[in-house]
């Protein structure tokens, strides 16, 4: 299962699309707050791909850190459309690479296969 958690609905429900089309469960977040308690209420999500820039309390980046300390085996991707975010993903150490928005589809899935294989 992946949990994906993007405030903009038409790009949310465009990636989910390809997804679920690639043979993915999708759960779906508008926000990091709503992510959180998707995934303090369930046990099957096992890829969190996150926006960083994201309305409410909690961005992309908390949410990844948060994720990290509380279900380790999750794994993580984190997308931007600002390239200036890289320097804050340095504390997620091996998933603190950023992944520019918009991203293709192909590399969408290329990412995803290596993050459910590891």
Not at 14 to 20: M, R
Not at 35 to 56: C, F, K, N, Q, Y
Not at 81 to 91: I, K, N
Request: net charge negative.
């Amino acid at each position: 299962m992946i949990l994906l958690v993007e405030d903009e609905p038409i790009i949310r429900m465009g990636v989910a699309d390809h997804l679920e089309s690639i043979g993915y469960k999708v759960v779906e977040a508008g926000n990091g707050g709503q992510a959180i308690r998707i995934l303090s209420e369930r046990r099957d999500v096992h890829v969190l791909v996150t926006d960083i820039h994201m309305p409410g309390e909690i961005n992309g980046i908390d949410l990844a850190l948060w994720t990290r300390d509380n279900l380790p085996s999750t794994k993580i991707m984190v997308m931007s459309g600002a390239q200036s975010d890289a320097p804050r993903l340095r504390p997620l150490g091996d998933e603190g690479y950023i992944y520019s928005k918009p991203i293709s589809n192909a590399s969408l899935t290329k990412r995803i296969r290596e993050l459910v294989e590891k």
